[in-house]
């Protein structure tokens, strides 16, 4: 496993590098690729443990291939999220919008650790999540902009994006918890090799029906990794202000758990990975807790300094930026070269931009969309509309 | 053939014994079958018929049902496909409906529709809503089944009515079984439809047995939701029910007849999709109507009835303003006396029938 490259990384370098003084357009990179260091090494934080003997390795090993595949995803989420931020102020995007910039090594390591025949839900900061469960930016963007070409046409909004395999996006803080439970027990039930990825807040941490959930998952030993983004504030409050203990990964009790460096993409990794493990072989569920964080507010209606300090947002910017970790990981030990990364912002950037073009331009859903979806597999039937006289049609 | 020769040779005798071996060697034509019963068969038939159908809820497995309706299930199906849950409401409907995203077909049963509240979310904003969410990507089909209403001294948490409020929601389905064709026929509709059916029981009913007939026993014998039955035919006034209470208005509707009064006794049978056309159809040949139902009536299933009669053709029709007989606008008492004066009974739908005909 360990390659012959003598360069190992202990922990991250806190700095980014200053960007190179290269022109925009066409970049030609100085070095074949042969060139690269096809893998390397890494050792990550150690995980704390709870009623667990051992943990995930002490190390990772990335290529250069997953590298640059978490790079590009992790900035894709990165631009995707800022140029929601544009369009809400520019008041193209409306309603509410729980924006995931800083997350994005939670969603791209847990992707890393399963596959896609595995099942993932969340809550409404699911953005990331839609993408690296499928879905592509355009119809993301088309769907928080309410356009016919959304990924739920239009009828979901931010929090309601589904693709498969992923449940979404779910409004009510808690419920895709015992929801995810379900998915499992189907996976069980169907005699599958999958699992469900269940995911929530730390200030979701502490409804009633998480814990009806941990208890009947380790009763039926059903296949869920029940994992805790911990990015230290339910919206305006404080995980001390809120929670009696804030060791999530300690909450389920008798399920056993992990606290993780969040901001890392290869500590998630390593960690899904011996979740899943822990899942797949018949032990039941397993707790993680991922301690990250969110660079907005809560959502775009909180600017997200009445409760925290600039000075802190600015701290975690600069020493524990998770697409800046990566970069410098893979830059340090010739995994990739500058140029090469830069290539891929200029494509992510231009993906974004293309997007959003077709988000602001799509049209919005036609009016005869809005009584459908209604009931599955059913001939159309009329709907009341807003007066006696107004006869609507619904269509599955 | 061999009947028809010992017919042709014996005469008369021959004819009486002829027609009893044809009777013996045909099923019989009907059976009597109480409302638990059918409820039982329904979901029995189902639970061979599709291997991902299954049933969860409090007691419904090793206790046989707190109400004995799932009796027998567990013996046969086994712990897979019958399942005990721990007292959490809120937990299980929720995985219940997590279970019916990833591609099974789950009963869920809560031990009376009053400890649906505690999971009310995960049945409109997780079940009911998902489809239309997901503009068609994501079915979600559940049914959640349990007795509903009053019953009989369990006092004011134990006895409230929940149809107009599931009604009141747009992407559930929302049945109400009177009798045992009823309970057969929709709960097998419910668990073949791919949509979210609120199932809504009768505590009362479960022990009052009814004939069903060789069609009825079928195993695909299923009745389309939505559409209401006629009861009773009639000709001067609409008697619109659901549950229990259709029996009293069949009841009241006998003693009525005595005195010259013909009442239409319509059974929903489906609160939503609530079907208006056969209401209005019946409405518009009698004139006048009445409804009854166990809930109370601000904001309930007979005002949405009266509300959609004002709103159509057949509001020409009405002789006089239509009525609702409801339960008293209490929570339930306790004491028998109380209790029975806190619910529609026969004598309170005879006197609303007069007073709208100015008997």
Not at chain 1, 199 to 211: E, K, R, V, W
Request: glycine letters at 8%; charged letters at 25%; proline letters at 4%.
């Amino acid at each position: 496993m360990f390659p012959s490259s003598p360069h190992h990384l202990s922990g991250l370098s806190g700095t980014l590098h200053a960007p190179n003084a290269q022109a925009a357009s066409v970049v030609v990179s100085s070095r074949s690729y042969a060139d690269f260091t096809p893998e390397a090494t890494f050792d990550i934080k150690k995980v704390d443990l709870h009623r667990l003997e051992e943990g995930p390795p002490l190390t990772s090993t990335l290529t250069r291939e997953d590298g640059l595949k978490y790079y590009r995803t992790m900035q894709t989420i990165r631009r995707m999220e800022l140029k929601a931020d544009q369009l809400y102020k520019q008041k193209i995007i409306r309603g509410f919008c729980h924006l995931y910039d800083g997350q994005e090594a939670c969603a791209v390591g847990i992707e890393g650790g399963i596959t896609l025949s595995d099942h993932l839900i969340t809550a409404y900061r699911a953005h990331g999540y839609t993408l690296t469960r499928g879905g592509t930016v355009r119809e993301i963007m088309a769907e928080l902009t309410g356009r016919r070409e959304g990924i739920a046409k239009g009828k979901g909004g931010s929090m309601h994006m589904y693709t498969k395999n992923f449940y979404g996006g779910n409004g009510i803080v808690g419920a895709q918890v015992p929801l995810g439970a379900g998915v499992a027990l189907a996976c069980k039930y169907l005699g599958t090799d999958q699992l469900c990825v269940s995911l929530y807040g730390d200030g979701a941490a502490n409804q009633g029906q998480i814990f009806e959930t941990y208890n009947m998952a380790s009763l039926w030993k059903l296949p869920i990794i029940f994992i805790c983004e911990n990015n230290q504030y339910g919206m305006g409050t404080s995980v001390e202000r809120a929670s009696a203990s804030t060791e999530y990964y300690k909450r389920g009790d008798f399920i056993p758990g992990l606290r993780v460096d969040g901001m890392d993409v290869l500590c998630v990794r390593e960690a899904t990975k011996f979740a899943a493990d822990h899942c797949r072989s018949g032990k039941g569920p397993i707790l993680m807790e991922l301690q990250t964080y969110r660079y907005h507010g809560h959502s775009m209606s909180d600017p997200g300094v009445s409760y925290r300090t600039r000075e802190e947002i600015q701290e975690v910017r600069s020493k524990s930026d998770p697409i800046s970790m990566l970069k410098d990981r893979m830059l340090s030990n010739n995994m990739a070269s500058v140029e090469e990364l830069k290539e891929i912002d200029i494509e992510v950037r231009k993906e974004i931009e293309d997007a959003a073009q077709f988000a602001t331009t799509d049209p919005e859903p036609p009016l005869d969309d809005l009584c459908s979806h209604i009931y599955a597999n059913e001939k159309s039937f009329e709907v009341r509309g807003a007066t006696p006289w107004t006869k609507l049609t619904s269509h599955s | 053939m061999a009947s028809l020769r010992s017919f042709l040779r014996s005469g008369k005798n021959a004819v009486s014994v002829v027609l009893r071996r044809e009777f013996s060697e045909t099923s019989p034509a009907a059976v009597q079958v109480n409302v638990r019963d059918a409820l039982n068969q329904a979901m029995d038939e189902e639970l061979e018929r599709d291997e991902r159908v299954f049933l969860l809820g409090e007691e419904v497995a090793q206790y046989d049902g707190a109400y004995k309706v799932s009796r027998g299930l567990w013996k046969k199906y086994g712990d897979k496909r019958i399942i005990d849950t721990p007292i959490t409401e809120m937990g299980f409907a929720g995985i219940a409906v997590g279970a019916a995203f990833a591609g099974l077909r789950p009963i869920c049963e809560f031990m009376t529709w009053n400890f649906s509240m505690q999971a009310i979310d995960q049945v409109i904003n997780s079940a009911a809503k998902t489809y239309y969410m997901s503009a068609g990507f994501q079915t979600v089909p559940i049914v959640f089944r349990g007795p509903n209403g009053s019953s009989a001294g369990v006092a004011a948490q134990h006895s409230q009515c929940f149809a107009a409020w599931y009604g009141h929601c747009p992407g559930l389905k929302v049945v109400s079984p009177w009798n045992s064709e009823d309970a057969r026929g929709l709960l097998k509709a419910a668990i073949r439809d791919d949509n979210p059916v609120v199932f809504l029981e009768n505590e009362m009913m479960y022990g009052v047995p009814f004939e069903l007939s060789e069609e009825m026993m079928h195993k695909d014998f299923v009745i389309p939701i939505g559409k209401a039955k006629v009861e009773r035919q009639g000709t001067h006034i609409t008697l619109v029910s659901h549950s229990r209470c259709v029996g009293f208005c069949l009841d009241a509707a006998a003693v009525l007849a005595k005195e010259g009064v013909e009442c239409e006794v319509v059974n929903l049978r489906t609160i939503r999709p609530l079907d208006v056309d056969t209401i209005e159809a019946s409405v518009m040949k009698t004139g006048n109507l009445v409804t009854v139902e166990g809930g109370w009536p601000q904001y309930g299933v007979g005002a949405e009835i009266c509300a959609r009669i004002m709103e159509g053709p057949a509001f020409n029709y009405l002789d006089a303003p239509a009525v609702r007989v409801t339960g008293v606008d209490i929570p339930m008492p306790y004491a028998k006396i109380l209790e029975d004066h806190s619910v529609p009974q026969i004598k309170d739908i005879i006197f609303s029938v007069k007073k709208v005909l100015n008997m």
